[in-house]
T-cell receptor
């Protein structure tokens, strides 16, 4: 049974065209995370929500925004994608901060 | 930066042999976690070891933690072709910043 679902699995967008990536969870976890992972690199945390409290990483570009309308869903909005934003975007959840994280399969973003 | 360094960056062994990967980090932690990532997929949690623990086992996995040296190792015994993946350590720092910081990863290839 899927616990963390990401849609779409692959996304192609044009340079500068806004794109939204979706994540949903069936675990009822408090914390949801968005990571960016480029080829052969470690996942890099962009931001996370503890319930409705939003926590942005200091080096996350303003181009990246997030919304969590309810416990189950979290969205990543890239307002004006650049070529350097092409990457795998991973969503994860945890029951509490610092505990085991459960990852979705990721969305691979291609920017043309 | 707290980001962990993993050693080696890449490892190739014959099926049936044991694989050992090492992780070093920089600051005090609450726990250290190991994750596996198959190519192009999300991360899968393997094991969590708390700062007051020294060793932990799960099936063919053995994790050690030495907080005095700020290092951890992951041993996979009797490796199988299905163990081919990238392995990441991740640390939760001890001042409650609600996030994990991932290491650079080790790419493990099991040769049938």
């Amino acid at each position: 049974d899927a616990m963390v679902i990401q849609n779409p699995r692959y996304q192609v967008t044009q340079f500068g065209k806004p794109v939204t990536l979706s994540c949903s969870q069936t675990l009822n976890h408090n914390v949801m995370y968005w990571y960016q992972q480029k080829s052969s690199q470690a996942p890099k945390l962009l931001f996370h929500y503890y319930d409705k409290d939003f926590n942005n990483e200091a080096d996350t570009p303003d181009n990246f925004q997030s919304r969590r309308p309810n416990t189950s869903f979290c969205f990543l909005d890239i307002r004006s994608p650049g070529l350097g934003d092409a990457a795998m975007y991973l969503c994860a959840t945890s029951r509490e901060a610092g505990e085991t994280q459960y990852f979705g399969p990721g969305t691979r973003l291609l920017v043309l | 930066s707290q980001q962990g360094e993993e050693d080696p960056q890449a490892l190739s062994i014959q099926e049936g042999e044991n694989a050992t990967m090492n992780c070093s980090y920089k600051t005090s932690i609450n726990n250290l976690q190991w994750y596996r990532q198959n190519s192009g997929r999300g991360l899968v949690h393997l094991i969590l070891i708390r700062s007051n623990e020294r060793e932990k086992h799960s099936g063919r996995l053995r994790v050690t933690l030495d907080t005095s040296k700020k290092s951890s190792s992951l041993l996979i015994t009797a490796s199988r072709a299905a163990d081919t993946a990238s392995y990441f350590c991740a640390t939760e720092e001890d001042f409650g910043n609600e996030k994990l910081t991932f290491g650079t990863g080790t790419r493990l290839t099991i040769i049938p």
